[in-house]
């Protein structure tokens, strides 16, 4: 084999193996992204099941109870509001317990409530009791309860898992760009003297460095188009394995996560080439054998 297939084989392996660890790369941030955003998602599944509920006083008139919970359910922070009558309570208790109650002169033990399910950005402790405290001076409301205990948990729960997510994401940030880098140095240094030649002919800087941006601007592009695919593929298997990881990850949210993956190839790749080869550029040519 001629010395020129040799280079040629050389320089092909060279890129393979740069776009190759450049696509794990993206893949490992990907899925880090995809962790992110399925935990998000059952975070706004959860903060939707809370609110409050409003108890109105006995025998208060039914028209004024639908009133007061079409004014609820036109709030702004409220993700729905569902009226239930006395009748209806005492009927799912019953249900619920498997025969009739034992009511004394067949009165019925219940009031007409409201049960208010306040939309995620308001699911906090301090929005929801703003918002209890505005209807509980409403007429005809007799209390308000608030699930106070279990609002202060998911809120606690969501900011420890906010805060490890966000710290994961910062280490594979810096380590996915220090991997990339190294990946893509040690690709422009096999080519240094090719760098060097081109200076010695008289090229300038940026008509040399223009092919090696190029170049690292494609591999990342190709690295980000394979990191999205398996990352598809991954979010279709666990869909198979269980179908809530269709509910938690959308296809809307996994395109956003491959265009991300493929802007951010392209943009660390094109980014580190243009410094690798800046580095080249300015050293002679006896450093070359040191760097």
Not at 67 to 75: K, N, T
Not at 98 to 108: C, Q, R, S, V
Not at 210 to 222: E, S, T
Not at 269 to 284: G, V
């Amino acid at each position: 084999m001629s010395g020129q297939g040799i280079r040629k084989i050389s320089t092909f392996g060279s890129r393979l193996t740069s776009t190759v660890s450049v696509c794990l790369v993206l893949l490992l941030m990907g899925v880090a992204a995809m962790i992110a955003l399925a935990a998000r998602s059952v975070g706004d599944d959860v903060r939707r099941n809370l609110g409050f509920t409003v108890r109105m006083e006995r025998g208060c008139d039914s028209i004024a109870v639908r009133q007061l919970s079409e004014r609820i359910a036109a709030d702004r922070g409220v993700e729905s509001a569902v009226y239930l009558s006395a009748d209806s309570i005492l009927a799912a208790e019953m249900a619920a317990l498997g025969g009739d109650l034992a009511l004394e002169a067949g009165a019925n033990p219940y009031s007409a409530e409201i049960e208010v399910r306040v939309r995620p950005s308001h699911a906090n402790a301090d929005s929801i009791d703003a918002m209890a405290a505005v209807y509980e001076m409403a007429d005809g409301v007799d209390e308000i309860v608030s699930e106070r205990a279990v609002i202060a948990g998911v809120e606690r729960t969501m900011n420890r898992l906010r805060l490890v997510l966000i710290i994961i994401a910062a280490i594979l940030l810096c380590v996915s760009i220090a991997l990339i880098n190294n990946t893509v140095s040690l690709s422009i240094y096999s080519r240094r003297f090719t760098i060097h030649t081109m200076r010695l002919v008289g090229a300038t800087a940026g008509f040399i460095r223009a092919p090696f941006v190029r170049a690292g601007a494609v591999n990342g592009l190709v690295a980000g188009l394979g990191a999205s695919a398996l990352l598809c593929l991954l979010r279709a298997y666990g869909a198979t394995v269980d179908p809530i990881v269709a509910e938690c990850l959308p296809w809307t949210s996994m395109a956003a996560v491959c265009a991300g993956a493929i802007v951010a190839g392209i943009a660390i790749c094109a980014l580190t080439s243009y410094f690798a080869t800046n580095r080249y550029l300015a050293i002679s040519y006896d450093e070359m054998f040191l760097k």
